[in-house]
């Protein structure tokens, strides 16, 4: 069941796309990823068990092309699954300021 995003939520759900999209043209951003869990639960981050779940989904995607689906589908969707794991998503880093302004300036017209 598609979930019914509020503005602040579909804005998350547009920077997530675009950080799909970059991983998807370029999977090196995968790394971030990796780079930013092992740093959070290094640093005690409570939410460990979450993060490994991205992490094992990110160890997929760099294994096969169906484990990158996967990924890329929880960073698309607008299922309550998806919205709940971007919750923990560990793309921080990803996109650039230009691409956030982009975001930005989107969600604005959209208002």
Known sequence: MPYDPGPADAARLKMFRLIADKIERDPVWLQTGLDNIARWIANGAT????????ERMILAAKESREGMEVLLRALREDSERAVFLRNFAPFAGVLDQ?????IDEICAFAH
């Open 98 to 102: 230009g691409e956030h302004e982009i």
């Open 47 to 54: 939410q460990q068990e979450k993060l490994r779940e991205w």
